[in-house]
């Protein structure tokens, strides 16, 4: 699903809804674009559900993109050439990052699961010719094979917990020390930011409206993972 270089209206809407529902249906995906997450920022559970992936912003050195994290993606290296910008993605629920810029911000996720998708925060047809068809190959290979074969490489499981859930006012948000967590909105609002010094985080939210909050957690060594917890009144 190629959006170009300014995909300012894309996949909005039932388009959206359509690709999520197809994704998590099974169906394997690659969306490929500068501008695909600005348009779409507020689709937290898109993102999040169906491509395991975080929307960080626009991205700050984009010459390049190398792949990452397994045998499929490992060893690509391309320039990309003649864009005015690109953006960045992190991992969660599942994600893993696949490509990344130079300064090592994420170019790229990949997801694993019912579906298999992959987004960019670039568009690949910006890739020289021969660059591009080695990096279609080893998408294509990946919609065949997954992330079959990584053992040991892949993140291991976070220690995470939040008490009591459903809550009043006050909960306790447990991750590993040095994690940064994150609160959103379901419409994708950030309303909370803050890393824990030790392994455990009190969340007062005594003036925020009832309703359920999604908490992204990422660990000092990358790991991501998201949860869900209502707030009631």
């Known amino acids: 699903w190629f959006c170009g270089e300014d995909t300012t209206e894309n996949i909005a809407g039932d388009e959206r809804i359509a690709l999520e529902n197809y994704i998590l249906g099974g169906g394997k995906v690659l969306l490929s674009g500068a501008g695909i997450g600005y348009a779409n920022q507020e689709a937290f559970l898109f993102f999040r559900d169906a491509l395991g992936a975080h929307y960080e912003g626009f991205a700050g050195d984009f010459s390049a993109v190398r792949g990452t994290t397994s045998h499929i993606f490992l060893g690509f290296y391309g320039e990309l050439e003649e864009i005015d910008f690109a953006e960045t993605y992190t991992a969660q629920e599942g994600g893993r990052t696949v490509f990344l810029y130079p300064d090592g911000a994420g170019a790229g996720v990949a997801k694993d ?7 960019l925060g670039f568009p690949a047809e910006r890739l020289p010719d021969g660059e591009l068809t080695d990096f279609l190959e080893r998408c294509i ?3 065949d094979e997954g992330f079959a074969g990584i053992g040991s490489s892949a993140p291991g499981r976070m220690e995470i917990s939040v008490s009591p859930n459903p809550f009043n006012d006050v909960c306790e948000i447990r991750a590993p020390g040095g994690s940064r967590i994150e609160i959103y909105d379901l419409r994708g609002s950030l309303v909370l930011s803050q890393t824990t010094e030790t392994s455990s985080l009190l969340w007062r939210a ?28």
Do not use: H, Q, W
């Open 206 to 233: 005594e003036n925020m409206p009832a309703g359920v909050y999604l908490l992204k957690i990422s660990t000092p060594e990358g790991e991501t993972a998201t949860r869900k917890v209502l707030l009631i009144r």
């Open 141 to 143: 290979t990946f919609f």
């Open 113 to 119: 699961d019912v579906g298999r998708s992959i987004v």
